[in-house]
Nanobody, 121 residues
Framework: QVQLVESGGGLVQPGGSLRLSCAASGRILRINAMGWWRQAPGKERELVASITFGGTTTYADSVKGRFTISRDNAKNTGYLQMNSLKSEDTAVYYC???????????????WGKGTLVTVSS
């Protein structure tokens, strides 16, 4: 089985920074696209940023210039560097990855359980 575990969330003041990590483990041959999503109370889950295996990135307009997504393919780990945080960034952040498993050689999507980011003074 494959597991994704997020870490790095917490409480930060407006204007501050946090770095989220997403570590994938299990019978992984390769991880294709990885993404960070977030869900604020009373709102739908939204895509924040994504990155392909080759490093091509996309961002939601609301985080462009403030957030940076990256990955370490050797470690099967993804990251989200969040700078200049605003109160509206408060949400549970989820990691998502399209994983090719060693046994099946097919790609399946996996999700982490999320990490809470609270931006407040």
């Amino acid at each position: 089985q494959v597991q994704l575990v997020e870490s790095g969330g917490g409480l930060v003041q407006p204007g501050g920074s946090l770095r989220l990590s997403c570590a994938a483990s299990g019978r992984i041959l390769r991880i294709n696209a990885m993404g960070w999503w977030r869900q604020a109370p009373g709102k739908e889950r939204e895509l924040v940023a994504s990155i392909t295996f080759g490093g091509t990135t996309t961002y939601a307009d609301s985080v462009k210039g403030r957030f940076t997504i990256s990955r370490d393919n050797a470690k099967n780990t993804g990251y989200l560097q969040m700078n200049s945080l605003k109160s509206e960034d408060t949400a549970v952040y989820y990691c998502n990855a399209d994983v090719i498993k060693t046994m099946t050689l097919k790609s399946d999507p996996y999700w982490g359980k999320g990490t809470l980011v609270t931006v407040s003074s």
